[in-house]
């Protein structure tokens, strides 16, 4: 298919220029808005600029900007970024579409394909078509056998399937790959404790935490493991240090007030409240856990 380019005025020439010479990173968005003023359908131009706002976390009018572009230049390229932006969206029925549009014409040898198969594969398992997602994993191994993150992905399709011991051997891959892949070990955790090794799950999920302090999985499996187990203390410890690096989960925040309240720490656990009301004011258990401390205080 013929990209579409139309003829460049000197401007444009010069800003092309500068992209292969690789000093447009020092272009500003709003320098490319005003080239793109000038030529509305240059796609080259258009992406740079969807890249900027992605960068940006603007991606809204990213993806805007992109569904445009695709409209008059549906290139591999393009819908493959299109695709991308939309998975990373939550779109998954269209970043399926123009993800699978990408592979029909996709180039030979196309570095980016490990990607699209990685993609759909999780789609897929989404989806429930668990022979589908295995389909497209291989395909995206047979590209690039030495990813922890797809091996990770492989290991989440057997969990899927109720397979502990091949999702713990596809997660054990990872870590040899990758010891610091967060996902990996929540991933074994739960493998293990299917397969009755609780305190090697324990074990697991410490290793997650510690890692990456805000992997919101391993402490939500904290939360409901460490109730049923009388592990109260490691669970409020690891919310804490959550809700201190920055992470924020609802639910997170309210069982750090109810621990904290359970535990006698009646101030720390208003705090907590009164933040999580600030955010949602008609969260309906928080209200009655309020209620409840101020009946109790």
């Known amino acids: 298919m013929e990209i579409m380019r139309p003829s460049l005025n000197e401007d444009l020439l010069r800003a092309e220029t500068l992209v292969s010479k690789g000093s447009i990173p ?9 080239i793109l003023q000038i030529e509305p359908q240059d796609s080259f131009m258009a992406m740079e600029l969807a890249k900027r706002l992605v960068a940006q976390e603007r991606v809204d009018e990213a993806h805007r900007l992109m569904t445009a572009i695709v409209r008059i230049d549906n290139r591999f390229e393009t819908l493959f970024a299109l695709g991308c932006l939309e998975y ?3 779109l998954e029925d269209s970043a399926f579409a123009h993800l699978q549009s990408a592979l029909l014409i996709a180039p030979d040898g196309a570095s980016e394909l490990f990607e699209v198969f ?14 589908s997602a295995e389909d497209s994993y291989f395909k995206a191994y047979r590209l690039n056998p030495m990813s922890d993150v797809l091996h990770v992905n492989l290991g989440t399709l057997a969990i899927q399937r109720a397979n502990w ?3 713990a051997q596809k997660f054990r891959v990872a870590l040899g790959l990758n010891p610091s892949n967060d996902k990996a070990w929540v991933g074994l955790a739960i493998c293990h404790r299917m397969k009755g090794d609780f305190e090697l799950a324990w074990g697991n999920l410490e290793a997650a935490i510690q890692y990456n302090p805000l992997n919101e999985a391993a402490l939500q499996l904290f939360l409901d493991w460490g109730l049923s187990e009388g592990r109260e203390g490691k669970v409020l410890e690891h919310i804490r240090d959550f809700l201190v690096e920055g992470g924020w989960s609802e639910r997170l925040s309210l069982a750090f007030a109810w621990l904290s309240f359970r535990r006698g720490d009646h101030y720390l656990a208003s705090l907590e409240l009164e933040r999580l009301l600030a955010i949602n004011p008609g969260h ?12 109790k205080c």
């Open 88 to 90: 990373r969206m939550s």
């Open 165 to 167: 011991d091949e999702g």
């Open 118 to 131: 990685k993609i759909l594969g999780n789609i897929f398992v989404r989806r429930g078509d668990f022979d």
């Open 284 to 295: 309906t258990s928080a209200l009655q856990l309020a209620e409840e401390m101020r009946a």
């Open 26 to 34: 020092k272009m500003e968005i709003e320098d490319f808005i005003c």
